[in-house]
């Protein structure tokens, strides 16, 4: 009986194994290689440089090529890409990286110490990311073949994550490239270590980069834009599609498997496919109104407490996510919530008062006498616009006067670098992944946040290396944020993108679009 | 054409807005704009850019694009074959349309066919090419699924993808287009069937067929070649909106795309092209102009 009964249970197993095993192999058999994957975007990289612009475009579709030291995982947060591991000296000053070994370039050059340190010295020249982390380097060099050390100035939180970011990212390119293209000139050989690389760049016609044959992947799992890459596809066709209508007719038509970067009003009719998959990005932007407070009328504090007060951020929100309750969120915490490190959900802030009485009462205390304010925007961006002319409406009827400037982007980009020509200008802020990457909080960056109290939280984010203490700081530079009021939060803004029902894998949380591990059915 | 380059270089420079701006993304910083603009030599002196300019000209450099990465001759001969296969199947549709009906409506003025034909040429002249583009698209190509939707390919690759893909942007342009000719056509034969030959021509017991094509079309032709030839220099170009909308990689879409980028020797260099297209197409003209009218003679 005793052994009749362990018969069961070693057949029951038996059983069991081999049903693992057939799902593992199933779900293997249904990762098919091969395919070419088109993706229609919205238009031509600026570069295909990851270390010299901060086009989003340029982040996305450089990330497929090149990788860096390290990335970031499902929570936002620096996992090892490149390196192997890296310890931390006893004084926190210095940060020895062990690289894997065997890491081909797509010239077939092995990956080595002398690539990484020429390409972040590099990146740490351009990069506003690299800049900030170099600023506390005091030396950065390769120990051997296979390992590179930075030794500090002073105690640093931002090592990892500068080098994890994928915007402006620390991409590794072969020790030659780097050293050929000075900082502020953009690299136009591109040969990175990554699952894919570039076979063909057709202006305005296509991008084609096809599947690294030597790529070698990491052994974890797939984990947010890091862990293992698998290239499925043979090939990803990066198709530049200016007229957002037609990347919707495309991806119908099935022209296009993937169409990134969509109006919110083809969100009904594209939901009616049934061999399209709708998806909303998020986080995309959120909406922001930056101050000049260099020159002019809104250096002055009481004057923008007041146009924090006034507007009611909901009904703005509603009108520009087309009615659709989907594509946003209304927030005031600085990270979003996909940022689950850096969110907060602190009470008593004030933000979303809709309070007009209040705004008279500081536009009275500010001493504001009806003198127009320049709020610069475009219409090149509909959700800019849209926001602008909204907040236009209620701001008047607290008692501003607004005066909107509606420009193109090229014009509004020039612009709002001199502080004679705007007092308010319209833009998204994507997300950051530390507290010390918010630009909108630092002296450098249009708007120009000088405050003293806000840069000396900034410091202290950028030194202090307990977690607990840095969220606590970022914390109260949150409250401080709407105490001062460098710029105006309004809502969450979520993107929409489609995929054809064929498209399988896709990591539908990552901000960017990434097409590593994905794969096509035929 | 040196006074329209010197008046394009003056405007694409005097209007606000940096191409380094745009190339570096919306979070680099001033300092970082200014080091790239140095590097660019955009921050001379716009008279100093100029006199480079007119420099490289003589020598038949039109400089570097910006954003390209590529000699601006090079990025102007990659779109030069898109236009072109449009402009020709644009203007055999606008052409195939617009003659006939023109024609069609002078012989019988006033008639129910006249009347509907001028309707046609008038929602032609009225409906904006975009509405007109982006419902044929649904139609034809989400609807029906006959058509792509977008794209191009080259008719020396693949003459049969080619084809495919130049119908519903040829039919959409080629349909805004015909109205004008078909307008000008009727105009201009009206006033030719009035003349006493043509009288004298159905005297004689001419029919109808010889009396307005023999007879009548000859002598309209020169209006309706001209304003062929003014059809076909706008199309040159760039039909901007058509090319966008079928994402045609053309001059249309190199400059719309050059002037949001401010990549100035794009511009200028699409704008130098098209002048010539004008000047050439204008001496085409005038020279098929002769040939049809033995009476014009130019001094």
Redesign the interface.
């Known amino acids: 009986m005793k052994r009749s009964a362990h018969l069961s249970i070693l057949t029951v197993l038996a059983l069991a194994m081999a049903l693992a095993t057939a799902a593992v192999v199933g779900v293997a058999d249904a990762q098919k290689r091969g395919g070419v994957l088109r993706v229609g975007n919205l238009?031509?990289p600026?570069?295909l440089d990851a270390h010299?612009?901060?086009?989003?475009i340029?982040e996305t579709l450089t990330n497929h090529i090149y990788e860096g030291l390290y990335s970031l995982d499902a929570n936002a947060r620096p996992i090892p890409m490149l390196a192997e591991s890296h310890t931390v000296g006893k004084d926190g000053l210095t940060y020895t990286f062990k690289l894997r070994q065997g890491i081909k370039f797509h010239n077939g050059k092995e990956m080595t110490s002398d690539d990484v340190v020429a390409s972040l010295t590099r990146w740490g020249k351009?990069s506003?990311y690299g800049k900030a982390l170099f600023a506390q380097v005091a030396e950065f060099r390769a120990v051997d073949k296979y390992t590179v050390q930075m030794q500090l100035k002073e105690k640093s939180a931002i090592v990892l994550i500068s080098l994890a970011v994928p915007?402006?990212f620390g991409a590794i390119y072969p020790k030659e490239i780097a050293e050929k293209f000075?900082p502020?000139?953009?690299v136009?050989e591109y040969v990175g270590t990554g699952p894919f690389k570039l076979a063909e760049w057709?202006?305005?016609?296509y991008i084609r980069m096809v599947r690294f044959d030597d790529y070698k992947s990491r052994n974890e799992p797939p984990n947010g834009y890091g862990g293992g890459k698998t290239a499925y596809v043979d090939e990803i066709r990066w198709?530049p599609?200016?007229?957002v209508?037609?990347r919707v007719?495309?991806v119908?038509?099935g022209?296009l498997e993937f169409a990134d970067d969509l109006n919110l009003d083809a969100y009904d009719r594209l939901k009616k496919n049934s061999n399209v998959k709708t998806i909303v990005s998020k986080p995309y932007y959120w909406l922001v109104a930056v101050f000049n407070k260099k020159e002019g009328l809104m250096t002055n504090q009481k004057l923008r407490q007041a146009w924090q007060a006034a507007i009611d951020i909901e009904p703005i929100m509603k009108n520009v996510a087309g009615g659709h309750s989907e594509f946003y969120r209304m927030d005031n915490s600085l990270a979003p919530v996909e940022i689950t490190t850096w969110h907060t959900k602190l009470s008593g802030l004030p933000w979303n008062e809709h309070n007009r009485e209040k705004a008279k009462k500081l536009l009275q205390e500010a001493g504001y006498k009806k003198e127009p304010i320049r709020f610069m925007t475009t219409q090149?961006y509909k959700w800019m616009y849209d926001f602008a002319l909204l907040s236009k409406q209620q701001l008047e009827d607290a008692g501003f006067t607004i005066d909107l400037q509606v420009?193109?982007?090229?014009?509004l980009?020039?612009?709002r670098?001199n502080p004679k020509e705007y007092d308010v200008f319209t833009?998204g802020m994507g997300s950051f992944y530390d507290p010390t990457h918010h630009?909108y909080l630092t002296p450098?960056?249009?708007g120009w946040t000088t405050d003293e109290d806000i840069a000396k939280i900034q410091q202290e984010l950028a030194r202090e290396t307990d977690p607990k203490k840095r969220m606590a700081l970022w914390e109260k530079q949150t409250r401080q944020f709407y105490e001062k009021v460098p710029v105006i939060r309004y809502g969450d803004l979520f993107g929409l993108r489609a995929a054809r029902t064929t498209v399988k894998g896709f990591n539908e949380k990552t901000e960017r679009i990434r097409f590593y591990n994905v794969w096509l059915e035929k | 054409m040196a006074v329209v380059v010197t008046v394009v270089f003056l405007l694409i420079h005097l209007i606000p807005g940096d191409p380094v701006g745009v190339m570096l993304g919306p979070d680099a910083t001033p300092a970082q704009i200014e080091a790239t603009r140095r590097s660019l030599g955009l921050d001379r002196p716009i008279h100093e850019q100029l006199f480079k300019f007119y420099a490289r000209v003589l020598q038949a450099d039109l400089g570097q694009s910006y954003f390209l990465d590529r000699p601006v001759v090079t990025a102007l001969a990659e779109r030069a074959e898109p236009t072109l296969v449009l402009t020709f199947a644009s203007l055999l549709v606008a052409v195939v349309i617009g003659v006939p009906a023109g024609i069609v409506a002078a012989s019988r003025p006033g008639s129910l066919a006249d009347r509907a034909l001028m309707l046609g040429a008038l929602l032609g002249v009225c409906v904006p090419g975009f509405w007109l583009s982006l419902n044929f698209i649904y139609l034809f190509a989400v609807r029906l699924g006959w058509l792509p939707a977008a794209g191009y390919a080259s008719v020396f690759v693949d003459p049969v993808a080619a084809a495919r893909f130049m119908v519903l942007p040829a039919l959409s342009l080629g349909f805004n287009q015909s109205a004008l000719i078909a307008r000008i056509s009727r105009s201009f034969m009206l006033e030719v069937l009035s003349q006493d030959y043509i009288r004298t021509a159905r005297a004689k017991g001419l029919s109808q067929p010889i009396v307005l094509w023999i007879h009548g079309f000859r002598n309209a032709l020169v209006p309706v070649v001209t304003v062929i030839g003014v059809t076909m220099a706008v199309l040159i170009g760039g039909a901007v909106v058509t090319e966008i909308v079928f994402n045609i990689p053309g001059l249309g879409r190199l400059i719309i795309s050059a002037i949001l980028r401010r990549d100035y020797p794009v511009v200028q260099g699409v704008v130098l092209v098209t002048a010539a297209a004008y000047v050439l197409i204008n001496l085409m003209v005038d020279v098929v102009n002769a040939f049809i009218d033995p009476r014009i003679r130019y001094e």
């Open positions: 238009g031509e600026p570069a010299w612009t901060t086009a989003s340029t351009q506003s915007n402006n000075p502020e000139q953009k136009t057709k202006p305005d016609q198709v599609v200016p007229e209508a037609t007719a495309q119908e038509t022209e090149e420009v193109d982007w090229a014009t980009v020039k612009r670098n833009t630009i450098g960056w249009p």
